[in-house]
């Protein structure tokens, strides 16, 4: 892995393509292993080897910097929506991202109350389970918005969440809020439904999505 990444390393701003004789004496590898790593490295589109036999940056290096850019955009948008959520509402926010059939938390800020929802960041749970986890595949199943669970996860905490979407119609993830069951009543429900629905519906048209889909599924 390390001599890979030095390859990498190895082109530079103003090349062209680059030849395997060159490649190697930048990394200080031998032309055997250089070679070796250069396949492995096509093979993941990593590099891209030309007919003429030089070397070029490949394009699975553009979409991950793509995403490292699309991850610091949708940071910029989702803090400031769960610290409204938090202020508005004096409840734990959360963001989660879906990952297969997983679904990780990647923002969070806790509820400045004594007695709040503990969680982490970086927390992964199965889909279809808590407000989060049936959010993020809630447009899949046709359920109304925001997702309203009551001891799901854990058995005393409620939550409401909903899906945001990004330019492409896909789910970026669920933002939403935590409350400790015992203090969920309906007049906290009635004004964190409308919160979340608020920011979700902002967040996807912050990041150049639509949001008709979760209009269309709101209660």
Do not use: W
Not at 81 to 103: I, P, T, W, Y
Not at 163 to 187: C, K, M, N, Q
Request: with cysteine; hydrophobic share 40%.
């Amino acid at each position: 892995m390390d001599r890979a990444l030095v390859l990498l390393r190895a082109f530079r701003e103003e090349d062209g393509p680059l030849g395997l004789t060159e490649l190697s004496r930048r990394a200080g590898l031998n032309m055997t292993t250089a070679l070796r790593l250069l396949a492995t490295l096509e093979g993941h589109g990593f590099v891209k080897r030309l007919p003429s036999g030089g070397y070029l940056l490949g394009p699975s290096l553009l979409l991950l910097g793509d995403l490292f850019r699309r991850s610091l955009r949708l940071e910029h948008h989702v803090m400031p929506a769960l610290e409204r959520l938090r202020g508005e509402s004096r409840e734990s926010a959360a963001f989660f991202v879906r990952e297969g059939d997983q679904r990780r938390c990647l923002f969070r800020l806790d509820s400045p109350q004594l007695v709040r929802d503990v969680a982490h960041i970086g927390e992964a749970r199965p889909l279809g389970r808590g407000a989060h986890g049936r959010s993020l595949i809630a447009l899949e199943h046709g359920e109304k918005l925001p997702v309203i669970s009551h001891g799901e996860r854990l058995p005393q905490i409620a939550a409401i969440a909903s899906p945001v979407l990004d330019a492409g119609g896909r789910v970026a993830g669920s933002i939403g809020i935590s409350v400790p069951l015992y203090r969920f009543t309906a007049e906290t429900e009635g004004l964190c439904a409308p919160l979340v629905m608020r920011e979700a519906i902002a967040m996807t048209r912050d990041l150049g999505g639509d949001p008709a889909p979760l209009q269309a599924a709101a209660r």
